[in-house]
């Protein structure tokens, strides 16, 4: 199955890893270059046991990529995972939603038929009705 994995932080970086492993084509996404640089060069932004060993052999394999172009990576993919961060406001406790909307305005236009989104980022109930909503408007099928 071809898998995009739509933010490289903890959530993003260790499922797209583990997707991959498990034998999917996956590419994750990230629009901070220095990220996906780091990424590329075998070094891991974070400490989860193992996740090293992981990215290092499924990147040999050809089974998991890093890019910054969303737009190729979700033409492609049969399953897009948005795992991108949704900070707290610290005066009213809100989550910033700001990033999850922007995600989904952007590989609206770019998902192909029947392919399947999943959000990974901590929302608040509701929010996937209003990701669906951006998605049917923004969508070319």
Do not use: W
Not at 14 to 37: F, R, S, W
Not at 56 to 82: H, M, P, T, Y
Not at 96 to 117: H, M, P, T
């Amino acid at each position: 199955m071809k898998i995009a994995v739509i933010g490289c932080g903890y959530v993003g970086l260790v499922t797209g890893a583990c997707l991959a492993n498990d034998g999917h084509h996956v590419v994750c996404i990230d629009n901070q270059k220095e990220k996906i640089d780091i990424l590329l060069n075998n070094k891991i932004p974070i400490y989860e046991p193992g996740l090293e060993d992981i990215i290092s052999n499924n990147l040999k394999s050809g089974k998991l990529s890093f890019e910054l172009n969303i737009n190729n990576a979700v033409s492609n993919a049969d399953v897009i995972f948005i795992a991108v961060g949704t900070p707290t406001d610290e005066e009213t406790g809100n989550a910033d939603l700001s990033q999850i909307y922007n995600c989904a305005r952007e590989l609206a236009g770019e998902l192909k038929e029947n392919a399947l989104v999943i959000v990974k980022s901590t929302v608040p109930v509701g929010t996937c009705d209003e990701i669906e909503n951006i998605i049917k408007e923004n969508n070319k099928h």
